[in-house]
């Protein structure tokens, strides 16, 4: 069978599995029909989509408490606003500030985001992901001033009063299409209005409007007015580092991105301050991320850091950022993102924000986002799981790398062919480097072949393998994505038991994936080298251990790609050496 066939026969049995995955997961007993009743709550208001808000609760409580009451409390009140894509708690201090933040984000019925902490640290794969962390300030934004004097900072976090609280109820439901908006203000001892706050939330994205009119400028500021995100990001990854070296307080200047990060628990980073007008300031983990963006730039931003107390962690980096504006500013407007670190979504905002996402080094970042909106594509075009986007994406890359891998493997074959006479003159010219060089020259001349033919096409598919790491490693897709039996999260390894100890480069755990693939690597490595000197096949050996080590560690989403592409990879060299012997 020639390589056309194979490559054909392949496709075609990847296309079979994409026909029949609804019926197996039907029989399997996976629910694939819509919830009914889920569509019929969440029917868009036909009305403006835009208006503010005000109905009762979708469902009713008999002890439901109206914010009207719980206003003439001290301590506050609070609103909870549902959406498709998120939970949250807005308390009135701070006129607004978000309390709590649980990412919905429903797909097909399901939870997209699980696994975080709970209020008390503790880790669950079984929790949808919630991203604040708890904080006393009550900035999640506010606004803030720091005193030079005293190198702290003051926060307008007193509990702001809700105009019109009795037409709210303490829970809002929000469907498609539809937003609200709450408006809180902040009076003086004399009654006078100091600051009107205005929060305006939308069912449809991850961006909520933060507007403060300052009517009072006699305001003590020191200054300089800051709109601040205070206290960092509630972790989401149960290995505590996963979080801590992906961590990170950005802002943008110009669109250019300066940014602040410490791996070392024992390090507080002290406020730094950039002047120049500024676009916005975020704070993010691993895969999600608080984003200010503001309608007219700052004067200067500022970051800091300080690692908090939270569950049993060791280190868990609070990261601070804040837009500065002159004492005498009487309006400030920032959007504010709050969510996943999904490119689609940062994109959305008009802004730089996708830039914030690791993509890796300059020349390798546009095959990340291509490899990136390719897999995408192909798991939202053809409703696919993501390990089955990941087994057709490799025969994609086969099909296109496979004339550089033959030509790659021709070229080590026919250089295999002339090693003894690459020996004789070696050993007839070893005194005369510049007559062997001269030989050796004419040898690769008479017999067609180019000694770097080998290596050229490997190092030209180095980038993509590259971008590949950097795809499944940091993109929010293949979070928690699960493809077969014991392969529940691509975007971690396959672990399948732990040890009681750790190895260095291989950790302490055992996954399946990088052992299958090591196979494939020893099945194609024997068959390129069997006229390989024995000297050298030690050197082929230990290095196909050394790849089942450090590809322990990586994600299985990588491993399942990389091991899928080597047994194509393992078929079309079989084929190209029995074309060569049959010569």
């Known amino acids: 069978m020639n390589d056309t066939m194979r490559y054909i026969l392949a496709g075609l049995l990847i296309f079979i599995i994409i026909i029949l995955q609804p019926f197996y997961l039907e029989w399997l007993g996976y629910e694939t029909a819509p919830d009914e009743a889920r569509e019929e709550a969440l029917i868009p208001d036909e009305s403006d989509p835009f208006k503010e808000k005000q109905a009762e609760p979708a469902i009713h409580n008999e002890s439901t408490t109206p914010v009207a009451d719980l206003t003439m409390q001290g301590s506050g009140h609070e609103i909870t606003i549902v959406t ?63 005193d030079n ?23 809002l439901w929000l469907g498609p299409g539809e937003a609200a908006t709450l408006h809180y203000y902040l009076s003086g001892n004399d009654g006078s209005v100091l600051i009107d706050k205005s929060l305006k939330v939308s069912a449809d994205e991850f961006v909520s409007l933060h507007q403060f009119k300052i009517n009072d400028n006699d305001l003590e500021y020191s200054n300089n007015l800051e709109i601040m995100w205070h206290g960092g990001l509630r972790p989401t990854e149960e290995k505590t580092d996963e979080d801590v070296q992906y961590g990170s307080g950005i802002i943008s200047q110009a669109k250019e991105l300066e940014d602040v990060q410490t791996t070392n628990f024992d390090e507080n980073i002290l406020r730094s301050v950039y002047n120049g007008h ?54 400030i407007t920032a959007q504010l993102y709050l969510g996943p670190l999904d490119v689609d979504h940062l994109s959305a905002t008009g802004s730089t924000l996708d830039e914030t996402m690791n993509w890796g080094y300059s020349l390798i ?48 074959q026919n250089m295999q062919k002339i090693q003894p006479e690459i020996k004789a003159l070696q050993a007839k010219y ?135 592409y080597n047994i194509l990879s393992f078929f079309q060299q079989r084929s190209i050496r029995n074309k060569i012997t049959a010569k």
Request: glycine share 8%; aromatic share 14%.
């Open 84 to 146: 498709p894509l998120y939970m949250a708690t807005i308390s009135s201090h701070s006129g607004g500030s978000i309390k709590h933040y649980i990412l919905r984000g429903e797909n097909s019925g399901k939870l997209k985001y699980m696994g975080g902490y709970d209020e008390d640290g503790n880790f669950s794969k079984d929790i949808p992901v919630s991203i604040i962390l708890p904080d006393e300030n009550h900035c999640r934004p506010c606004l803030a001033f720091f």
């Open 149 to 171: 004097k005293t190198d702290e900072y003051s926060f307008f976090n007193q509990s702001f009063s809700l105009r019109n609280s009795s037409n709210y109820s303490d829970t």
């Open 278 to 331: 500024t676009e916005w300031a975020a704070v993010r983990t691993k895969y999600f991320i608080s984003a200010l963006l503001v309608d007219s730039p700052g004067k200067y931003a500022a970051l800091s850091e300080e690692n908090v107390t939270f569950g049993s962690r060791s280190h868990t980096p609070a990261y601070n950022a804040s837009i500065g504006y002159p004492y005498d500013v009487n309006k």
């Open 365 to 412: 970042q546009p095959i990340s986002k291509g490899v990136l909106w390719v897999l995408k594509f192909m798991h939202n075009a053809l409703k696919l799981n993501y390990g089955l986007v990941l087994l057709l994406f490799a025969v994609l890359v086969r099909l296109i790398t496979g004339p550089l891998t033959k030509k790659s493997f021709e070229s080590s």
């Open 430 to 564: 070893k005194a005369d480097p510049q007559r062997l060089n001269k030989e050796m020259m004419g040898l690769y001349k008479k017999h067609g072949v180019n000694p770097l033919g080998g290596c050229l096409p490997i190092l030209l598919q180095m980038p993509l393998l590259w971008a590949l790491f950097i795809v499944f490693r940091t993109t929010i897709e293949f979070r928690g994505a699960p493809f077969v039996l014991w392969i529940s999260d691509l975007s971690k390894p396959d672990i399948i038991f732990n040890l009681p100890f750790s190895i260095p480069i291989y950790g302490d755990g055992v996954a399946i994936l990088p052992l299958i693939m090591g196979g494939t690597l020893l099945l194609t490595m024997r068959m390129s080298s069997a006229t390989m000197d024995k000297s050298q096949k030690p050197i082929m050996y230990f290095m196909n251990g050394f790849f089942i080590l450090l590809f322990n560690t990586f994600p299985s989403g990588l491993n399942l790609y990389y091991t899928t």
